[in-house]
C-alpha cells in the first residue's frame, strides 16, 4: 500500500454557511436588485402551473394516454396455424411481445389472412374482426382480463 492509495475513515466536515458572509457574497446568489432578489418574490399563480406541468428534460418527449402493443393480422398468419387461438399467452411462447408485459394487445387489418384465428382476450380493429371472419375464425374480445 502507497500513500497516494489511503482512503480515509471519515470524510472532513464542511463549515456550514450562515448569511451573507458564507461564501455567498453580498447578493446571496440573487443578483443584482429586480423583483426576484428582493425577499418574498413571488411569480404569478397561473404562470408557476404552466411552468409546474412543462417537461423538465431535455427535448420534448410525446408519450401517449393510452398505450398497447400492435400487432398486424399478416404477423398472426405467418406465426400461427389454422385454428390456433391467439391471446397474450399465446403471443407471450411466440416471443411477440414480452413476458413481463402489462398493456393491452390490438390486432390491427393491414394484412390478409386465410387462416381460421380464434382470437380471445385481445382489441381488434374493425377490419381485422371482418378479415378473421371471413377466414371462418372467430372474435372475443375482453381486453380487462389478464392471463
Known sequence: MQIHELIPKRKNK?????????????YSGKGMKGQ?????AKMQPMIRELIKR??????YKFSPLY???????SFLDKMFESGDKVNKRAL??????????KLP???LGNGETQKALHVEGCIVS???KDKIKKAGGSVTENPKKEE
Open 14 to 26: 464542511k463549515k456550514k454557511r450562515i448569511a451573507r458572509g458564507g461564501k455567498r457574497g453580498t
Open 36 to 40: 426576484k432578489s428582493r425577499a418574498g
Open 54 to 59: 412543462y417537461p423538465k428534460l431535455r427535448g
Open 67 to 73: 398505450r398497447v402493443h400492435v400487432i398486424n393480422i
Open 92 to 101: 407471450r411462447e411466440k416471443k411477440l411481445i414480452k413476458k413481463s408485459s
Open 105 to 107: 394487445v390490438k390486432i
Open 126 to 128: 374493425s377490419s381485422a
